[in-house]
């Protein structure tokens, strides 16, 4: 049991690790044009605000049942959705710049292998067209160094019963940092059961909820020790994700094991962002570096319906569960949790 608990809460800090091989190499697309190195950025990081939206929607509950008044539980675990073929690389649109042979790329979910695109293009400096053209190498996707080939999300979950059978739920991990980058996550939520409202078939073993909860996770990875882009130490990468969920859960629990399985509703916006000054030299006769401030701030969003399907094991105060949401990207979700009342 102890090995069980260390190998869940140790998830937490190797998403931090995890989390900072995403971006190794991306800053190489601030080469290529302004416009061009955003339609890159968007398209090999797309996959992330979907994985953070349906994660942090994920594991919520284990049952439908809520704890009497005052009666608590925490529960230890993570959340790992499946990232679909058809987000492990996308065709980029649009650019100027520079051509992909290939025609498509990996995203950052997709598989390895750096590409070495050939770009050029021209800007006004003080009055005067400045050609640039060079290659950059282009970062493969991380399928194969991934546990089940995506990022799990930690969970980190309190519970506490209040009033009229419902249920405060309270996420938290404190910003960790780890190889130049920092996480946190917080979230709250509710469940209120239903059943009080349906007279003597509150004595049954059935529970019916309704839950709604929030959450927002931060990511940030420090390049100010980076050798691309000059010397500046205000140089960073972040990504932000809020999201919510909203879902009806029917469960059946009996003293040994509980079922259950819901139907919901997730959505979540995220935000990546490139921010800080980059010095970047072409190696041009007679012309200096050319400088970019803040280059990237790309916002996206997902949305769509759920089912979940699960089970727990009850042993006394200790109940062991595994449950899987069928979505856009569909999730699996285990851990542990501790229950009193």
């Not at 994700?241 to 040994?256: C, K, R």
Request: without cysteine; aromatic residues 10%; negative net charge.
């Amino acid at each position: 049991m102890k090995n069980l608990i260390f190998s869940i809460l140790s998830l937490s800090f190797s998403v931090t690790s995890v989390n900072a091989q995403l971006f190794d190499g991306i800053e190489n697309i601030l080469l290529t044009s302004t416009e061009d190195a955003r339609i890159l950025a968007e398209g090999y990081t797309a996959p992330i605000g979907k994985t953070l939206t349906y994660a942090l929607n994920s594991g919520w509950a284990t049952s439908a049942k809520t704890h009497k008044k005052l009666g608590f539980g925490l529960t230890i675990g993570g959340a790992a959705p499946f990232v679909p073929d058809v987000d492990q690389v996308f065709t980029p649109t649009g650019l100027t710049s520079l051509s992909v042979p290939s025609g498509s790329l990996s995203t950052v979910f997709g598989k390895g292998g750096d590409q070495e695109l050939n770009f050029s293009f021209s800007e006004s400096v003080l009055g005067n067209e400045i050609e640039y053209e060079g290659k950059l190498s282009f970062p493969g996707g991380l399928k194969d160094e991934l546990p089940l080939g995506t990022v799990p999300a930690p969970i980190v979950q309190a519970s506490v019963g209040v009033v009229f059978d419902t249920d405060l739920l309270v996420r938290f991990i404190p910003t960790m940092e780890m190889q130049g980058s920092t996480f946190s996550l917080t979230g709250f939520g509710l469940k209120h059961n239903i059943m009080q409202y349906f007279g003597p078939l509150d004595k049954l073993p059935l529970n019916v909820s309704l839950l709604a909860a929030i959450s927002k996770a931060s990511f940030e990875y420090d390049l100010s020790d980076s050798t691309f882009g000059g010397n500046s130490t205000n140089r960073k990468m972040t990504f932000e994700a809020d999201t919510f969920t909203i879902q009806a859960l029917a469960s059946i629990d009996l003293p040994i094991i509980s079922a259950f399985a819901g139907l919901g509703y997730n959505a979540g916006d995220s935000q990546f962002n490139v921010s800080g000054d980059y010095s970047i030299d072409y190696g041009i006769t007679g012309i200096g570096p050319r400088i970019l401030k803040d280059p990237i701030s790309i916002a996206s969003d997902a949305s769509g319906v759920m089912g979940i399907v699960g089970a727990r094991l009850n042993l006394l105060f200790l109940k062991i569960f595994a449950n899987y949401t069928i979505q856009e990207y569909n999730t699996l979700t285990a851990g542990i949790s501790f229950n009193f009342r």
